[in-house]
């Protein structure tokens, strides 16, 4: 049987829903014919992508490294069928939550002026890539260290690091923060899909005993402003996050933010992007 398109949609809803039954439902298909697509492409593959030993279905190691691949090549198939980007091929730009912090908008409005004819996407996804490695965006800013395989990045710029704090609690009192006192004052909040933060930012010694994770920025926020604990990011995120329950103080012991500009080594690549990176690199640097 050969594979098409129908195969890999069936495989990122199983994916997605961590149930053949959900999958079914979401594409308007019977469990049967969703059961059938997933074999077929295990077998033309030879590997299994699905364990199916546990109550709750979970992809397997090569089942979630195949992931990105099969997500990429859906989106790319969508947008060559989409007519509305034949005339004007939007350049995608992603981000996972603050952008280029304060140069987003010289960016913005500098390439809408120089580039017209072809629109600058931003597009903020909650991933560790920002949807870069699954196809969803052409480059993607990203902070911290970038590991992930098959990516070429360029530093634009680094930044200071910050304490996120409940707004009436006793740390906001405080004009500075050190890591020490996040870890003593309670839980500390990590976004463990698309945040910068882990528990290797601490030493050994005096890393938090107890952490809270979310999977965005906005529950990031909601959690802190709650009092359920405080949180540590890059300094953009208080100018591109302003919260009424959340205080930001700088914290003076954390290593600077490195900001890259990311793209793919390889596949096809937008046309434009040599353009965007000479503008991001203008945009961003020391006047």
Avoid at 156 to 161: A, C, D, G, S, V
Avoid at 196 to 219: K, Q
Avoid at 247 to 258: M, S
């Amino acid at each position: 049987m050969s594979i098409e398109v129908r195969h890999l949609r069936c495989f990122l809803a199983i994916a997605e829903e961590s149930s053949v039954t959900r999958a079914a439902a979401r594409l308007h298909l019977t469990q049967p014919a969703v059961s059938r697509a997933l074999a077929a492409l295990e077998q033309h593959l030879g590997i299994r992508l699905v364990d199916r030993s546990t109550h709750h279905l979970a992809l397997t190691a090569e089942g979630q490294a195949f992931r990105d691949k099969a997500a990429a090549a859906v989106t790319a198939f969508d947008e060559a069928l989409d007519a509305t980007r034949l005339r004007r091929w939007p350049l995608r730009l992603g981000h996972a939550w603050s952008a280029l912090g304060p140069y987003t908008t010289p960016l913005l409005r500098r390439w809408e002026r120089e580039h017209p004819d072809t629109p600058l996407e931003l597009l903020r996804i909650d991933d560790r890539t920002a949807g870069l490695t699954r196809g969803e965006v052409d480059a993607a800013v990203l902070r911290g260290p970038v590991d992930t395989p098959g990516l070429i990045t360029e530093l634009l710029f680094t930044e200071p690091r910050v304490a996120a704090v409940t707004s009436d609690g006793p740390l906001a009192a405080h004009a500075t923060l050190t890591l020490a006192d996040l870890s003593a004052a309670g839980p500390v909040i990590l976004n463990t899909v698309s945040g910068l933060t882990t528990l290797d930012l601490w030493h050994p010694e005096s890393r938090p005993t107890t952490t809270l994770t979310v999977a965005n920025t906005d529950d990031w926020l909601t959690a802190i402003a709650a009092g359920r604990g405080a949180g540590a990011s890059a300094a953009s995120t208080a100018e591109m996050h302003p919260h009424p329950g959340v205080t930001y103080r700088p914290l003076t012991d954390a290593p600077r933010v490195p900001v890259v500009l990311a793209r793919r080594r390889t596949g096809t690549a937008h046309p434009a992007l040599p353009q965007l990176l000479a503008l991001a690199r203008d945009v961003a640097a020391p006047r």
